[in-house]
């Protein structure tokens, strides 16, 4: 596109020199028609009155003059055409007085062949009878030969030549940076991205676009690590169950005497359950990693918490601690097993009794769920939201969890502009989970 440009700029550059070239030389050529002209009015005039003799003097700077009769006769001239036979019989045609033409010849004193703008005069009634004065102006070299024309054609095929070439130095210079982050991305591979780009040193567009392209590599880096461990995980966990049950299996039909059928197909089903329950789990990360969003609307976090602890069976006491009218906007399915997951994690690991707070606070709707159990040492705090995370024997998933519960409600809680986290209980024992949502406005309600 720069090379287009520059050309283009080039033609249009030629273009405007020579459009200016022939206004000038039109302006030219009509002060030396006005003033030959003006010349054959005077001697116009000059023979009306009669001849005195057969010379007529220079007039207006024109020292080339020439009346001439219809038979061609040369009556009267300027000295510096006495003696020439005249050098045009072009009449004006009828009901006209003037004529104007180009005539090339060789004059003295130079004799060199020039050519000249002639203008001429029909006057009727002189001394001479019926005659043409032409009054004759020598047209500069410029104006006739081609040199200029060829100058400027030359000039503009230069100038264009220079910065074709100047405009390839500078592409060059300028995509030489690109060319090596090209080469540099091409080695990169999914089974390697742990490659950067050299940032170089100028600080110009193409070091912000390097840094640009080393961000993108290490957050693509750490979700291919991340996908791979998942999915490693993922075969495992589902391995696990799978193995169990095929294990009963293979042994009720090796020896089916050995144990009751009952208790064989409830073992099984409560393995198929658990995988089932893996099953749902990882399909729901999946529509959250995907971006799945359900229908939003405004919720009341009261109203939420009261039907999803009614809804569910839990084990310990559920103290509430509900203030009215603190609404968010988002979707009631997925919010709802958001509180589900921490309400299931909660009931696990307590020892007596599950609390449940929801109140406001800076503009933001907080839920807090609290157990009474062991709670979570505070270094790990973060790894309980990572997928399949294991901690110590009391909070793992033997306990009936799929290790998926809280990193779904995380990814939930994040989907709806909102945080989920793990923070200190006030009585310094159990675990406490704070979830944080934006309130909905007026106009949402």
Not at 174 to 200: F, H, K, Y
Not at 236 to 253: M, N
Not at 383 to 394: I, K, N, P, Y
């Amino acid at each position: 596109m720069t090379l287009i440009a520059i050309i283009a700029f080039a033609l249009v550059l030629g273009m405007g020199m020579f459009a200016t070239w022939q206004v000038v030389r039109a302006k030219l050529s009509a002060d030396l028609s006005d003033l030959a002209a003006g010349a054959a009015a005077n001697a116009a005039l000059a023979v009306e009155k009669g001849p005195a003799d057969s010379v007529i003097f220079p007039l207006n700077r024109v020292n080339r003059i020439q009346v001439v009769a219809n038979d061609g006769r040369v009556v009267a001239a300027s000295p510096a055409m006495k003696g020439q036979p005249p050098l045009t019989r072009t009449r004006p045609p009828p009901g006209e007085t003037r004529v104007d033409e180009t005539v090339c010849a060789a004059l003295p004193p130079t004799g060199e062949r020039a050519c000249y703008g002639v203008v001429g005069l029909r006057v009727e009634r002189s001394a001479y009878g019926d005659v043409m004065v032409y009054a004759m102006t020598p047209e500069p070299p410029l104006l006739r030969s081609s040199f200029l024309v060829v100058t400027l054609a030359l000039f503009s095929l230069g100038l264009l030549t220079l910065l074709g070439w100047g405009a390839w130095q500078l592409a060059g210079r300028t995509l030489a940076p690109v060319e090596r982050i090209r080469a540099e991305m091409t080695e990169i591979t999914a089974s390697d991205l742990s490659r950067r780009m050299p940032v170089p040193t100028s600080g110009n567009e193409m070091a912000q676009l390097t840094r640009t392209i080393n961000a993108t590599l290490e957050r693509l880096e750490r979700a291919v690590e991340n996908q791979r461990r998942f999915a490693s995980d993922a075969s495992h966990e589902l391995r696990t169950p799978l193995t169990g049950l095929r294990t009963k299996l293979e042994l009720a039909i090796s020896d089916p005497e050995a144990e009751d059928p009952l208790t064989t197909m409830r073992s099984v089903l409560a393995d198929a359950d658990r995988l089932q329950a893996v099953i749902e789990d990882l399909l729901l990360l999946a529509c959250l990693d995907s971006g799945v969003r359900g229908a939003p609307e405004v919720i009341d976090l009261a109203d939420l918490v009261t039907s999803e602890v009614e809804r569910r069976p839990i084990r310990h006491e559920v103290l509430l601690r509900l203030e009215p009218g603190v609404t968010v906007r988002g979707s009631r399915v997925q919010l709802g097993r958001l509180l589900t997951n921490l309400l299931a994690n909660a009931d696990r690991h307590a020892a007596k009794e599950v609390q449940v707070r929801v109140g406001s606070r800076s503009g933001e709707a907080v839920v807090e769920v609290i157990d009474d159990g062991l709670g979570i040492p505070e270094k790990e705090r973060e790894r309980v939201f990572q997928r399949f995370t294991r901690l110590d024997s009391a909070r793992s998933r033997d306990a009936g969890g799929t290790g998926l519960g809280l990193p779904i409600a995380r990814d939930i809680a994040v989907a709806h502009r909102g945080r989920l986290y793990a923070a200190d209980t006030p009585t310094g024992r159990g675990a406490r989970l704070v979830l944080r949502l934006p309130l909905s406005t007026a106009a949402d309600s």
